[in-house]
């Protein structure tokens, strides 16, 4: 009996560390895609007027 009491709670420790990792991991995708983002809106008026980037637009038939 108590052999399967402590593996309970040895499971249920584990599912709740597996949570937590899990809601540490969410928060930090969160900050690499803000972060992506604010780098995007950055980086596109700068392509935008790279000369180089807009030749190879035009080049490509894509926006630079």
């Not at 995007?40 to 008026?45: F, G, L, T, Y």
């Not at 790279?50 to 637009?57: C, T």
């Amino acid at each position: 009996m108590d052999e399967a009491g402590k593996r309970l709670a040895d499971a249920q420790a584990a599912e709740a560390n597996k949570a937590n990792t899990s809601a540490q991991n969410q928060v930090r995708q969160d900050q690499i895609a803000k972060d992506l983002s604010a780098l995007a809106k950055e980086r596109i008026p700068m392509a935008r007027t790279d000369q180089v980037r807009r030749i190879a637009s035009r080049w490509y038939g894509s926006k630079p």
